[in-house]
């Protein structure tokens, strides 16, 4: 009955050239593997001071509210939701692949008025678009950043003004832009927002840095109900992470210590190389990575270059091939991960990733190398 | 500005002797730190699949619905919750400690009609007070088997059938006494169980394995609401965890990899030693603890030595003394983590936890010379 998990702990190596997890430095993930403290030990409180100043770095931003959650990306969501939505309340999300789809069905569960700005995959939202945000009367207005499904880039400027002026809060995902695209919080009047640890931040997942500007704070502090998670209250979290001035931290809920350990280590490689540095590489390497796969044949699913995300390249689906028999080989010959689709892009594109530590041309090569093995070895015979 | 970020990380060693999180042996901490892979890679449902098969063991049962959650024990509390009552349904919540009155904040923030049953910590529930259940038609009855706050190891032989006979669903707590004292989900007919992994587990904090019977499948899949946290929500974490039956896993959030590789060894060690060991060696130890504590003219809080938690012991607060300044004194000339109270015993104990790995003879001397060092050097002087 238990000889499956009496048998010694097996773990393959992997490129890990998918959209996240991306491969963890050795760096990393030694730090995981320090002895662990308490987590309301003065040491852990310096720890998740040195996390808190790397997000401020990271995010480009000075807001005091700055925290990582216990979870992945989806706590962050579910905790910018959670906290600065009543029930009842309208928001405006836009949707062009999955993310704004998860936080339309986040909002909708919690209660929202939910309405939504939706485009097929691959589609971007102009500022005019954007400014019919004021006829729902949103409090909150969500936008991906990183639209990772897709591979695009969503551009930011000027959008924190157009929700000032209808008196909505800015909500941004950066999961899969951060580190990788230029993101400029308080520059651009962006509200609320946040990342997770697995992608071009390196580190394992499991932890997802999240910011709130004061009238984020001002929202999510003046409201009439309790939030309806306990877990993810700010009113908690913010105590635990030391940002609400009182002298003395209660105990909320036993944050993750070795997961703290390593987003601390990997804020640090970040703080480090330097985010222009970061962004200058990874636009290096996916505009290599580029020119690869049009040699290779291959269609870029994002037809304008400048609106790709550097740190995830999607193609289109060649034709005459099954993407999940080109995948499957792929990991199989190369112990390599690369995805399909994901959400509303299922079928439409193959997703190429290099973010962070593995953004680097000798792996650009070996994602090329693996592609085009597999085109020679995947075509279909016609029926 | 980044100073503090870009100085190397120091974590100084700490014996955790408080109630959690507990020291992390080699082995569990080294799988931490093996290179990650894909959290839906064939190989993590591989991993994924033992963990299943260590929380059966672990919990004593044979429920298809077990699996971890992706954060500390407060998640599991929440995932229980939430799945299982509608907004305006009834629960009663047993309360002698700081857990019953989470499981009651988070059961009124969703909307649940919440009934308390309230002692004073140190306080136990017998099966006569817990007949009186019926009188106010819950759908869920909650108890904590450890209640880690006042150190008492809650009886719940038979409560499964009272629950069942009206009608409701048993949840029980054993995050701070699994692998410590015994519990038998099936034959104590517990329908939801829970625990965490940095107790006698031994894992780092982050992941908490929670499983559910037949009955409690029943009332959380023929729901009328959806449950208010998609993150939390059973129909997508059975699909993650390969529970439902379907062939496909879609992606709902990303798992904790590293914390997973954790979790696996520490069921692993767990499944090695043995459940009957490991209980006895945990009430070995504690007996040995005792002695000693009593030797120091120390008080037992719990005077039925059948109703102390093995794995977490609690003093009385010896008079003469400020159990702040003990404590100070103990960390900075023992490095030994001890705590006070917690919630409602905060000021009436001093706890000391001996759990799993920790659980050894020569640690209680340590614990105990530490506390012999800190009466002499910490007496009040008379005002």
Known sequence: LLTCILRPLEVPYRYLFGPGPSNVPPRVLASGSRPIIGHLHPEMYEIMNDIKKGIHYAFQTENNMTIAMSGSGHAAMECAVFNTVEPGESVLIAINGIWGERVAEIAERMGANVHKLVKAPGGHFTNIEIEKVGKHKPVLFFLAHGESSAGLCQPVDGIGDICRKHNCLFLVDTVASLGAAPIFMDKQNIDILYTGSQKALNAPPGTAPISFNDRACHKMFNRKTKPVSYLFDMTHLSNYWGCDGKAVRAYHHTGPVSGFFALRESLAILAEKGLEESWRK??????????????????????????????????????????????????????????????????????IGLMGYNCEKTNADKALHALADALKNCKKSKA
Not at 335 to 350: A, H, K, N, R, Y
């Open 282 to 351: 990874h636009k290096e390497v996916a505009a290599y990575l580029y020119r690869g796969l049009e040699d290779l044949g291959l269609e870029l699913f994002i037809p304008d270059k400048d609106l790709r995300l550097p740190s995830v390249t999607t193609i289109s689906i060649p034709e005459g091939y099954d993407w999940r028999e080109m995948l499957v080989y792929i990991m199989k010959h190369h112990q390599m991960e690369m995805t399909g689709g994901l959400g509303p892009s299922i079928g439409m594109v193959m997703r």
